[in-house]
C-alpha cells in the first residue's frame, strides 16, 4: 500500500507543479541542513510515512496542545524559534532580538524577523501575521488555547483580554506590536526571565487572517489552509491520516528533499510496530518499551535524551482525609523503591530514578539543575523502616491498613508501575486498590479531581525548570488544587524578578518546598523517549521535549 500511494503522491504533486516537513543522526539546524545533491537526491524516497499515538486535535497551532497535534503542526509552520535537539533555543523566522528596559521599567523585547518568509501561497508572511496569532490566542480563552497563558501571564495589558475573550480590533492596548514588516515588538507587564524559552509554543505561531478566524478552530480542518512551514496539508483526516506535501514557498525549500509527508494515526504502539515492521510506516513514535529488546543493537531503535517525568499524584485536599497529613504522604514518598520499578519496567537505558519533580535535561546554576539538587541531598528516598514508623504514627498498622486507590489508564507501563506500587506500599501498612479508566475519562477524572492518587507524567512545555515547577502553582489549577499552596507560590513569584545563580537558587528552594517539606507529589522516574526509525534516515530530529521535526528528512529508497 505504501508503495502504491508513494507513486499516486509523485504523479499527482507533478501534475500540481503543471498547473501552478525523534531522534536521528544528521544536521539539526534551519541554516545548515544536509544537501546530498542531485544524485543523491535520486536514491532517496520522495514520501515519508510516519505514525503518532492518537488522534490529533484541530491543526489550529494555538489550539493543539498535546504532543500528537504537534508532530504535525511542527512541520506546516515556520515559528520565530524552535528548540533545538540539544533543548536549546533556535532562531527560525527571528533573526535576532534585542531586550531593553522602556521608562516605565517594563523588559520590551524587540524581534527583527527574516526577509524571506512565505505562505505556502506565495504571499508574504509578515511581522502582522505573527502578532495576529498571538492576539488572535488570546481571543480563544484559556479553555480553547491552552498555552495562551503564556502570553496572558506575561504579556502588558493581555491577561484580561485572555479572559473576555476580546476581538484582536480591541487588543491595541496589549503590548504586542508589529512596528513594521520585519519587526515585532513585546513589552512585558509581568517579569520573566525565561520569555523566549516559551516562544516555540504554537500560540505564537503565525496564522494567515484571511483563513483563521477568531474565536473559532474548525477552520483548521481545511487542507487549503495556507502554511509557512515546509510543509503544507492535502488532506486532513484526523482520525486516520494527514498527508502533507513540500511547500515551494518555503524559506528553505531548496533543503526540503522529501515531496510528501504522511501521518498515520496509530493509537495502538503494537499496531504501530506492526506497521514499521511491514514496512507501512517509516517512523513509529509510540512504540511500547519491549521494542527495546526487540531491536537491541539494531539501527531501527533510537533511544534520545527526553524531559519527561513520571509520579504519583496525591489528592492532598480531597476527599480521603489521610492524604492531608503530610506524615503520610511522606510515608508513600520513603515507601517506594524506585530502582525496583525501573528494573521492573526492564527497558535498559531508557528510565532512571527521579529524586524530585524536574526530570534531567534543564541547565541549573552551574550544570543539570536536577544534578545539582541531588548532589546537595536527594529530596526523596527509600526508607521503609522510617515510611512505616510514619503510617503507624498516623495509626495505620497492619490490623489497619490504609486503604487507598490509585488510578491510571491501562497501558504496559502504567500497569507495571501500579503492580509494583502496590506490593511495596504493602509492606508499610498502605492496602493499595488499582483502578483503571479509559484515557479520555481518566484524564477528566483527573483534571477534575476525581482521584485519590494517580499516576501523573509530563514533557515540559518549555525549556527550563519552571516548566515543572510552576504545575503546582494555584493559579495553573483552575477552580481544582490538589497541591500546592500559597507559600509555594510565593517562591515561584519570587523567582521572576532573579536571574542567573540566585533564581536557580530559589528554584531549588520551591522544589525541595514542594517535595521534601510538603510531601506533595511522589516522584518515581525519568524516561527517554523511544521510537523506531527506517534504516538510513537522516535530517530528522526530535527535541528533548520529545517533538519531531521532519522539515529535511531524507529516507533511502526502498
Given at each position: 500500500?505504501?508503495?502504491?500511494?508513494?507513486?499516486?503522491?509523485?504523479?499527482?504533486?507533478?501534475?500540481?507543479?503543471?498547473?501552478?516537513?525523534?531522534?536521528?543522526?544528521?544536521?539539526?539546524?534551519?541554516?545548515?541542513?544536509?544537501?546530498?545533491?542531485?544524485?543523491?537526491?535520486?536514491?532517496?524516497?520522495?514520501?515519508?510515512?510516519?505514525?503518532?499515538?492518537?488522534?490529533?486535535?484541530?491543526?489550529?497551532?494555538?489550539?493543539?496542545?498535546?504532543?500528537?497535534t504537534a508532530y504535525v503542526t511542527n512541520n506546516l509552520y515556520y515559528p520565530l524559534f524552535y528548540i533545538g535537539e540539544d533543548g536549546s533555543m533556535v532562531n527560525a523566522a527571528c533573526e535576532s532580538y534585542d531586550v531593553t528596559t522602556n521608562d516605565a521599567g517594563q523588559t520590551v523585547y524587540t524581534f527583527h524577523l527574516i526577509e524571506e518568509n512565505y505562505w505556502?501561497?506565495?504571499?508574504?508572511?509578515?511581522?502582522?501575521?505573527?502578532?495576529?496569532?498571538?492576539?488572535?490566542?488570546?481571543?480563544?480563552?484559556?479553555?480553547?488555547?491552552?498555552?495562551?497563558?503564556?502570553?496572558?501571564?506575561?504579556?502588558?495589558?493581555?491577561?484580561?483580554?485572555?479572559?473576555?475573550?476580546?476581538?484582536?480590533?480591541?487588543?491595541?492596548?496589549?503590548?504586542?506590536?508589529?512596528?513594521?514588516?520585519?519587526?515585532?515588538?513585546?513589552?512585558?507587564?509581568?517579569?520573566?526571565?525565561?520569555?523566549?524559552?516559551?516562544?516555540?509554543?504554537?500560540?505564537?505561531?503565525?496564522?494567515?487572517?484571511?483563513?483563521?478566524?477568531?474565536?473559532?478552530?474548525?477552520?483548521?480542518?481545511?487542507?487549503?489552509?495556507?502554511?509557512?512551514?515546509?510543509?503544507?496539508?492535502?488532506?486532513?483526516?484526523?482520525?486516520?491520516?494527514?498527508?502533507?506535501?513540500?511547500?515551494?514557498?518555503?524559506?528553505?525549500?531548496d533543503k526540503v528533499v522529501t515531496e510528501n509527508l504522511v501521518c498515520k494515526v496509530m493509537a495502538d504502539p503494537d499496531a504501530q510496530l506492526m506497521a514499521f515492521q511491514t514496512k507501512e510506516i517509516d517512523l513509529a513514535t509510540n512504540v511500547n518499551s519491549e521494542v527495546t529488546k526487540i531491536y537491541a543493537g539494531q539501527p531501527e531503535l533510537v533511544i534520545t535524551?527526553?524531559?519527561?517525568?513520571?509520579?504519583?499524584?496525591?489528592?492532598?485536599?480531597?476527599?480521603?482525609?489521610?492524604?492531608?497529613?503530610?506524615?503520610?504522604?511522606?510515608?508513600?514518598?520513603?515507601?517506594?523503591?524506585?530502582?525496583?520499578?525501573?528494573?521492573?519496567?526492564?527497558?535498559?537505558?531508557?528510565?532512571?530514578?527521579?529524586?524530585?519533580?524536574?526530570?534531567?535535561?534543564?541547565?541549573?546554576?552551574?550544570?543539570?539543575?536536577?544534578?545539582?539538587?541531588?548532589?546537595?541531598?536527594?529530596?526523596?528516598?527509600?526508607?521503609?523502616?522510617?515510611?512505616?514508623?510514619?503510617?503507624?504514627?498516623?495509626?495505620?498498622?497492619?490490623?489497619?491498613?490504609?486503604?487507598?486507590?490509585?488510578?491510571?489508564?491501562?497501558?504496559?507501563?502504567?500497569?507495571?508501575?501500579?503492580?509494583?506500587?502496590?506490593?511495596?506500599?504493602?509492606?508499610?501498612?498502605?492496602?493499595?486498590?488499582?483502578?483503571?479508566?479509559?484515557?479520555?475519562?481518566?484524564?477528566?477524572?483527573?483534571?477534575?479531581?476525581?482521584?485519590?492518587?494517580?499516576?501523573?507524567?509530563?514533557?515540559?512545555?518549555?525549556?527550563?525548570?519552571?516548566?515543572?515547577?510552576?504545575?503546582?502553582?494555584?493559579?495553573?489549577?483552575?477552580?481544582?488544587?490538589?497541591?500546592?499552596?500559597?507559600?509555594?507560590?510565593?517562591?515561584?513569584?519570587?523567582?521572576?524578578?532573579?536571574?542567573?545563580?540566585?533564581?536557580?537558587?530559589?528554584?531549588?528552594?520551591?522544589?525541595?518546598?514542594?517535595?521534601?517539606?510538603?510531601?506533595?507529589?511522589?516522584?518515581?522516574?525519568?524516561?527517554?523517549?523511544?521510537?523506531?526509525?527506517?534504516?538510513?534516515?537522516?535530517?530528522?530530529?526530535?527535541?528533548?521535549?520529545?517533538?519531531?521535526?521532519?522539515?529535511?528528512?531524507?529516507?533511502?529508497?526502498?
Open positions: 500500500m505504501k508503495n502504491t500511494f508513494k507513486k499516486l503522491s509523485a504523479l499527482l504533486l507533478a501534475l500540481l507543479m503543471c498547473f501552478s516537513m525523534a531522534a536521528c543522526g544528521g544536521d539539526t539546524g534551519t541554516d545548515n541542513p544536509a544537501d546530498d545533491g542531485n544524485d543523491a537526491a535520486a536514491t532517496l524516497d520522495d514520501t515519508f510515512v510516519y505514525a503518532i499515538g492518537g488522534e490529533p486535535q484541530y491543526l489550529d497551532p494555538a489550539v493543539g496542545s498535546d504532543s500528537v505556502s501561497t506565495g504571499d508574504k508572511v509578515t511581522a502582522a501575521d505573527y502578532v495576529y496569532g498571538m492576539k488572535r490566542s488570546l481571543g480563544l480563552g484559556a479553555a480553547d488555547s491552552y498555552y495562551s497563558y503564556f502570553i496572558g501571564d506575561f504579556v502588558l495589558n493581555a491577561k484580561e483580554h485572555l479572559n473576555n475573550m476580546d476581538d484582536v480590533a480591541d487588543m491595541d492596548d496589549v503590548g504586542i506590536v508589529a512596528v513594521d514588516e520585519t519587526t515585532i515588538e513585546i513589552t512585558l507587564g509581568t517579569p520573566c526571565p525565561y520569555f523566549v524559552n516559551l516562544m516555540a509554543a504554537g500560540v505564537f505561531y503565525p496564522v494567515h487572517p484571511d483563513y483563521a478566524k477568531e474565536h473559532d478552530y474548525t477552520w483548521a480542518d481545511d487542507p487549503n489552509v495556507p502554511t509557512n512551514g515546509a510543509y503544507y496539508t492535502t488532506k486532513i483526516d484526523r482520525a486516520a491520516e494527514i498527508i502533507m506535501v513540500k511547500n515551494p514557498y518555503f524559506t528553505y525549500a535524551d527526553s524531559v519527561i517525568n513520571y509520579y504519583v499524584m496525591m489528592n492532598c485536599f480531597g476527599d480521603n482525609e489521610a492524604l492531608h497529613d503530610v506524615n503520610v504522604r511522606r510515608a508513600l514518598q520513603l515507601g517506594v523503591d524506585r530502582g525496583a520499578i525501573v528494573t521492573a519496567l526492564d527497558a535498559g537505558e531508557v528510565y532512571y530514578e527521579l529524586y524530585g519533580h524536574v526530570p534531567m535535561g534543564f541547565a541549573g546554576a552551574d550544570g543539570d539543575f536536577r544534578a545539582e539538587a541531588d548532589a546537595a541531598g536527594a529530596y526523596v528516598y527509600t526508607d521503609k523502616e522510617a515510611a512505616k514508623a510514619l503510617m503507624e504514627a498516623a495509626g495505620y498498622t497492619a490490623e489497619n491498613p490504609l486503604k487507598l486507590e490509585y488510578y491510571t489508564n491501562s497501558a504496559a507501563m502504567h500497569d507495571v508501575v501500579a503492580e509494583v506500587l502496590k506490593a511495596q506500599w504493602a509492606e508499610i501498612n498502605v492496602e493499595l486498590t488499582l483502578r483503571n479508566g479509559e484515557i479520555r475519562t481518566f484524564f477528566d477524572d483527573r483534571s477534575n479531581g476525581l482521584f485519590e492518587t494517580a499516576r501523573g507524567a509530563m514533557s515540559a512545555d518549555f525549556m527550563d525548570p519552571m516548566t515543572f515547577l510552576d504545575m503546582a502553582a494555584t493559579w495553573n489549577q483552575g477552580s481544582f488544587v490538589s497541591w500546592g499552596d500559597e507559600a509555594y507560590d510565593n517562591l515561584l513569584i519570587a523567582s521572576r524578578t532573579l536571574e542567573g545563580a540566585e533564581r536557580m537558587a530559589k528554584l531549588h528552594e520551591a522544589e525541595k518546598y514542594l517535595i521534601e517539606e510538603m510531601a506533595y507529589t511522589c516522584p518515581l522516574f525519568g524516561y527517554k523517549m523511544i521510537t523506531l526509525m527506517k534504516p538510513g534516515t537522516e535530517n530528522a530530529w526530535s527535541s528533548p521535549q520529545g517533538n519531531h521535526i521532519l522539515w529535511y528528512v531524507q529516507s533511502p529508497a526502498d
